[in-house]
Every structure is written in C-alpha cells, then in structure tokens.
C-alpha cells in the first residue's frame, strides 16, 4: 500500500512543497544565503497541523485593502493584503495558513481574480490558495522562476518591467533582493494618491520614517549602492503617496514617494562613507 502523501511545509519559511510520502532533505529556501535553517534544525509540518493553535486575523486598513496574517506568527511572520476592485480581488503576497475561514471571509468578500506575491519568501501555501479560489492565476516574476519549490499549472510567470494584473493594479518589477522582487501599485488607494504594497522589495523600518534594501534581512547582506540606486530610479517611475511593508503596522502613511528617495540617498551616503557615525 503507497504511503499516504502530504504537501510537507517548512516551519522556518512557511514554504508548501509537492505533496509526497516523505518530507524533502531539506528547504531550498532556508538554505539559500538569504534565509537560514535554525539551530535545532530543519522542521516540517502540514497545513492540517498549522491550523491546530493557529488562525488567521483580518484588519482592514482602508477601504477595499485588508490585511490577513497569521496569528500566533508562523514562518517567517508576514501578513497578504487583499486588495478590492471594481474588476475583482487581488491577493498580495500570501501566508502559509488557510483554513475554512478564511475560505469564507475571502469568498464573501468576491473571492479572488489573481494572486502576486512580491517574491519567494512569500510563496508559501500559493498553490492551495489558488486552488481554493478556483485556480486562480499566481503572477510570479519569470526571473525567480528558479526559487519556486511547487509548480502548478496557475501558475504564469510574466516577464518585463510591467505587469497590469487588472485595471488599476500593477506590478513592477524592482529586483534587488530576489532578481525578481515585485512591488504592487493600487491607483485607487490612499484616496486616490496611489498606495504601493511592497513586501520586502522596499522593506518599512521600524520607526516607519524610512524604508531599507537588503540582499538578506536576517543574514544582513546589502545590496550594491549602485544596485540600490537603480531601484531607486525604478521606484520614481511610479505614483503613490502611501506604503504598505510585508508586516502588521509597517505602513509610510503619506509622502511614501519622497521617503524612497530620501532613503536610497541615505543608503547610497552611507555606502560611501559620508554621513557621521
Ligand atoms: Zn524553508
Ligand atoms: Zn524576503
């Protein structure tokens, strides 16, 4: 008799792999240098597990934008973003956790047209997403393609700079900490002036004044200071006034265009030694 199978989930990232009888040797997302495997060890687990002590919390952070995050944290801690439309709901990024509530809550809510995520970090359980909202399309950057550990017909990968997911709502791809780090523009958000949801392409520090651009954030590897200028140069391109980072809080109310370009000026003064320790 085969061995029951199960998509093993990696505890350190949250990362869902191809269902099969036994766990893999190990997460190829924890042992890329921008991730890490723990002290005690690579750990997997099942969404069934997950969701026993675990659930889902919703915040609505404005109109038509909610926040969906795991709580008590799993994984690496980041929260989606359901983004609204006249044209159908956008998933941003997305979280190992989905349980039959949240399969309610979404599907009350309109359901999904598409689901993007800003990079691998945050693929997660993409594909039970998909398939729990009639296979909806993943938007992956093609440059990533390689750091995908469970691919699945709805899955497209789009190429380019550009990338409209439904009127009002597109992807950019801004590179840096994956080549194909991806931020989301919604036009309607932020009354209007643009919101930019940016996972941790262009992370939000702590004291929300600033952002930062990393290669690793835990492993604390920068980038080039020209690689950072560059992104910059990307990110000026866009319009909006408001950011939301990958975690609960972690938001640039307002001048969040400014604030990019005050903080790759930071970064790049730094980078050469200019400001005073
Ligand atoms: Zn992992
Ligand atoms: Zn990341």
């Known amino acids: 008799m085969p061995l029951r199978e199960e998509s093993f989930v990696c505890m350190t990232c949250g990362t869902q792999y191809p269902p099969a009888a036994s766990a893999p040797a190990a997460c190829r997302t924890c042992t890329d240098e921008r991730q890490y495997v723990p002290a005690p060890g690579q750990r997997w687990t099942t969404l069934a597990q997950i969701a026993v002590g675990h659930r889902n919390a919703f915040q609505q952070l404005e109109p038509n934008l909610f926040g969906i995050g795991t709580t008590p944290t799993f994984g690496i801690g980041q929260r989606a973003l359901l983004v609204r439309t006249p044209h159908g709901n956008v998933l941003w990024d997305c979280i190992t956790l989905l349980d039959e509530a949240t399969i309610a809550i979404i599907t009350a809510l309109g359901g999904l047209a598409a689901i993007a995520i800003s990079h691998p970090h945050y693929y997660s359980s993409m594909v039970a997403w998909s398939r729990a909202f009639d296979n909806a399309p993943i938007l992956l950057h093609a440059a990533d393609r390689d750091h995908v550990m469970r691919p699945d017909a709805a899955i497209e990968y789009w190429e380019g700079a550009t990338r409209e997911v439904v009127p009002g709502v597109t992807l950019t791809q801004v590179g840096g900490h994956f080549a194909g780090s991806t931020v989301l523009q919604w036009d309607a958000g932020a009354e209007g002036r643009g919101a ?82």
């Open 196 to 277: 930019l949801l940016t996972g941790d392409t262009v992370q939000v520090v702590p004291d929300r004044q600033f952002v930062g651009f990393m290669r690793s954030y835990p492993n604390l590897i920068p980038l080039p200071p020209q690689e950072v200028a560059r992104m910059a140069a990307v990110l000026d391109a866009r319009r909006f006034d408001r950011i939301y980072g990958a975690w609960w809080d972690f938001h640039i109310e307002r001048d969040a265009h400014a604030v990019v370009q005050a903080s790759a000026a930071r970064y790049a003064a730094w980078s050469r030694g200019m400001l005073r320790a």
